[in-house]
């Protein structure tokens, strides 16, 4: 089964319409978001809708899409992210807060071999940055691979013979990964990088061949960054996307 998985897309719709035009040209069985659909970006009530249409074969929550939804305050927000997310309650509809609103608590196991989660697999809002973070979950997680979100940064934690690493992949470059190792893999961001790659990020997983692509996207940067200026939203979050941090 072919897997498309979609992470931290934050309102940005010309960054998610790239991806799905990418994942239109070639076979895909299922599409797993990892949070954080809203916030940040100048679209997210089309943004959602857009996602929702997809029909979703395991989804769950992040950060933002709680405190867009009411579950939470902005509490350990940054000041930009706080006031995006509270902006944004009110750029989206009733029927998109009630959508945010039922997204589950991750770790969610979408198999006896994975699961699916924000942040990790101990603290939905907890990040997985270094080794070191990477380690500590791979000590609670019960589940051979865990797709994760959070950071906005692309990349793949492997833990082989006891040692925890980073395992290279580069993007766009298929890769096999070794059946006596469990994995942690963040497809990074599409609607805000944050690893210096400005474009679009999302990750390709074939659960029969155990394949796994780091895709990067183009999109129209520009036009993005005009929304969210235009939808009184912080202008720090238009401009750092054309540098992808
Ligand atoms: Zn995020």
Redesign the pocket.
């Known amino acids: 089964m072919r897997i498309a998985i979609l992470s931290?897309i934050?309102g940005n719709l010309e960054a998610l319409e790239a991806v799905m035009a990418s994942l239109e040209t070639q076979p895909i069985d299922e599409i797993w978001f990892l949070g954080?659909a809203v916030g940040y970006g100048g679209d997210p009530e089309e943004t959602s809708r857009l996602l929702a249409k997809t029909g979703l074969a395991c989804a769950v929550r992040?950060n933002?899409d709680k405190v867009v939804a009411g579950i939470e305050e902005p509490i350990g927000f940054s000041p930009i992210a706080r006031d995006a997310a509270l902006r944004t309650r009110d750029l989206v509809s009733p029927e998109t807060l009630d959508w945010l609103r039922a997204l589950p608590k991750g770790p969610v196991q979408v198999n006896p071999q994975t699961a699916a989660c924000h942040g990790s697999w101990e603290d939905e809002d907890g990040y997985i940055i270094f080794a070191q973070d990477a380690a500590y979950t791979f000590y609670y997680m019960e589940t051979e691979l865990l797709f994760f979100?959070?950071s906005?940064r692309a990349g793949v934690f492997a833990e082989m013979n006891g040692r925890v690493f980073e395992w290279p992949a580069e993007p766009n470059e298929e890769a096999e990964l070794q059946m006596d190792a469990r994995y942690l893999i963040n497809p990074g961001?599409i609607g805000?990088p944050r690893d210096r790659d400005p474009r679009a990020a999302y990750a390709l997983f074939d659960t029969n061949t155990l394949r796994l692509t780091l895709c990067r996207v183009r999109y129209d940067i520009r036009q993005a960054q005009m929304k969210i200026v235009q939808a009184g939203l912080p202008e720090m979050n238009a401009l750092r996307l054309a540098e992808g941090r």
Do not use: K, V
């Open positions: 931290d934050h954080d992040g933002h979100g959070h906005h961001s805000q």
